[in-house]
Nanobody
Framework: VQLQASGGGLVQAGGSLRLSCAAS????????MGWYRQAPGKQRELVATITNGGSTGYADSVKGRFTISRDNAKNTVSLQMNSLKPEDTAVYYC????????????????WGQGTLVTVSS
């Protein structure tokens, strides 16, 4: 089982990017999904979360600029990032609370690999 993130890149301040993350493997349930980020020299922080019912939560620093969404049929979570600022520069990680089979049945939080977002001023 894995989460595969994509969509990072270099963008000018004020621009937009869309990150996507797809879960694959022998998955039988997905509960909360989310995006975190880690800037150089800083701790990883929560950016946005979404429940399997569609309830969302955002860090104050991104409210009104970022939108998280999910497609339960495709096991994907996305993050639309608008009005990007240089301080949004970070490696972005997706994660999900997955129920999956891997020799036995497990339920755990799984992390995707990071995708780098760089916002130039």
């Amino acid at each position: 089982v894995q989460l595969q993130a994509s969509g990072g890149g270099l963008v000018q301040a004020g621009g937009s990017l869309r990150l996507s993350c797809a879960a694959s493997g022998s998955i039988f349930s997905i509960n909360a999904m989310g995006w975190y980020r880690q800037a150089p020299g800083k701790q990883r922080e929560l950016v946005a979360t979404i429940t399997n019912g569609g309830s969302t939560g955002y860090a104050d620093s991104v409210k009104g600029r970022f939108t998280i969404s999910r497609d339960n049929a495709k096991n994907t979570v996305s993050l639309q990032m608008n009005s990007l600022k240089p301080e949004d520069t970070a490696v972005y990680y997706c994660n999900a609370d997955l129920g999956y089979y891997s020799g036995s049945y497990y339920k755990s939080k799984v992390w995707g690999q990071g995708t780098l977002v760089t916002v130039s001023s």
